[in-house]
């Protein structure tokens, strides 16, 4: 297993001159303060709302830039460059939500290739609410994030780089502190093509280890049940993960003792492998639950307790 450094933050393969180039966009606004906009007000029409979100995704992108006032704007953190960080900051302002305490998140990103594609893992210690890929080839690479079906995503190619986002417009969380992103024939991809930052629900990046793996995604037969309950017992959430041998549709619910359902965690269509939801408890009681997993004639369950 080879461990990679921690990659810079900025999706770009020219990172010391970003910030030049941004100051450079602004001209002296930047500089001198001559800008009156206000953060996250790309179109300067004194709104914060969907307009100015779609216009800082285009630039993250490169599909189109923004300049001068509206650059100073999109740089919502002020850290002389605009990424995932300030569009989780601008979901934010716009929701008029509160700053969470600080979270410190650390994740470890592992790189695996399965065939002709590669899955990056990511493995997280809080919840993760966007992430950036940046990704150096000749040709367009189609980028897949695995379950999370709230999760939006927008990707674009041009000069050798295809820009992937994953992010809530409501600032949800990932399902789970495990998320996988398939990369589509970028298997023999070089690592030091691949560049991402993770980032928690306060738009704060994480701390982040790479390492590539060597087996094989799909090395091996999986089993039907519940591979992870954690933790347990719990207040307010735990992270459920599962496996399925084939694909198919799935229901994973919660019940409680007397055999009624409370709450459906997840339904849907679920492709061979490992998955993994976050079942957020809040409004229910203390007391023990079961999390049931149905899978046409599979059904798997386990205790869970939960206390407040």
Same mark, same amino acid.
């Given at each position: 297993?080879?461990?990679?450094?921690?990659?810079?933050?900025?999706?770009?393969?020219?990172?010391?001159?970003?910030?030049?180039?941004?100051?450079?966009?602004?001209?002296?606004?930047?500089?001198?303060?001559?800008?009156?906009?206000?953060?996250?007000?790309?179109?300067?029409?004194?709104?914060?709302?969907?307009?100015?979100?779609?216009?800082?995704?285009?630039?993250?992108?490169?599909?189109?830039?923004?300049?001068?006032?509206?650059?100073?704007?999109?740089?919502?953190?002020?850290?002389?460059?605009?990424?995932?960080?300030?569009?989780?900051?601008?979901?934010?302002?716009?929701?008029?939500?509160?700053?969470?305490?600080?979270?410190?998140?650390?994740?470890?990103?592992?790189?695996?290739?399965?065939?002709?594609?590669?899955?990056?893992?990511?493995?997280?210690?809080?919840?993760?609410?966007?992430?950036?890929?940046?990704?150096?080839?000749?040709?367009?690479?189609?980028?897949?994030?695995?379950?999370?079906?709230?999760?939006?995503?927008?990707?674009?190619?041009?000069?050798?780089?295809?820009?992937?986002?994953?992010?809530?417009?409501?600032?949800?969380?990932?399902?789970?502190?495990?998320?996988?992103?398939?990369?589509?024939?970028?298997?023999?991809?070089?690592?030091?093509?691949?560049?991402?930052?993770?980032?928690?629900?306060?738009?704060?990046?994480?701390?982040?280890?790479?390492?590539?793996?060597?087996?094989?995604?799909?090395?091996?037969?999986?089993?039907?049940?519940?591979?992870?309950?954690?933790?347990? $017992?719990?207040?307010?959430?735990?992270?459920?993960?599962?496996?399925? $041998?084939?694909?198919?549709?799935?229901?994973?619910?919660?019940?409680?003792?007397?055999?009624?359902?409370?709450?459906?965690?997840?339904?849907?269509?679920?492709?061979?492998?490992?998955?993994?939801?976050?079942?957020?408890?809040?409004?229910?009681?203390?007391?023990?639950?079961?999390?049931?997993?149905?899978?046409?004639?599979?059904?798997?369950?386990?205790?869970?307790?939960?206390?407040?």
């Amino acid at each position: 297993m080879q461990v990679f450094d921690k990659m810079n933050n900025a999706g770009s393969w020219s990172i010391g001159s970003r910030m030049d180039q941004m100051l450079e966009n602004c001209g002296s606004l930047c500089e001198g303060g001559a800008c009156t906009t206000a953060a996250g007000d790309l179109n300067e029409d004194e709104i914060l709302n969907i307009q100015d979100l779609i216009t800082m995704v285009n630039h993250i992108l490169g599909s189109s830039l923004v300049a001068d006032c509206a650059l100073e704007a999109a740089d919502m953190n002020m850290d002389g460059i605009v990424n995932i960080q300030d569009l989780i900051s601008l979901v934010n302002a716009i929701l008029g939500s509160a700053r969470s305490a600080q979270l410190n998140g650390y994740a470890e990103i592992k790189y695996v290739s399965s065939g002709d594609d590669m899955i990056i893992h990511i493995n997280s210690d809080v919840d993760l609410a966007g992430i950036q890929l940046s990704l150096l080839n000749d040709t367009q690479i189609d980028v897949e994030l695995k379950d999370n079906s709230h999760i939006k995503q927008n990707s674009y190619f041009q000069n050798g780089i295809t820009r992937y986002l994953a992010y809530s417009m409501f600032n949800q969380p990932f399902d789970g502190w495990t998320t996988e992103i398939l990369v589509h024939s970028a298997g023999k991809l070089n690592m030091k093509d691949i560049q991402i930052i993770v980032a928690d629900i306060n738009g704060d990046a994480l701390n982040v280890s790479h390492y590539q793996g060597s087996e094989n995604y799909q090395g091996g037969p999986q089993s039907f049940e519940i591979t992870k309950l954690y933790p347990n $017992p719990f207040n307010p959430s735990t992270e459920i993960g599962f496996s399925m $041998p084939v694909g198919g549709h799935v229901q994973l619910a919660a019940y409680d003792v007397r055999g009624n359902e409370v709450d459906i965690i997840f339904e849907g269509a679920q492709s061979v492998g490992q998955h993994s939801y976050t079942w957020n408890a809040a409004s229910f009681p203390s007391g023990v639950y079961y999390i049931r997993l149905q899978a046409g004639d599979m059904i798997t369950s386990q205790k869970a307790l939960l206390i407040k």
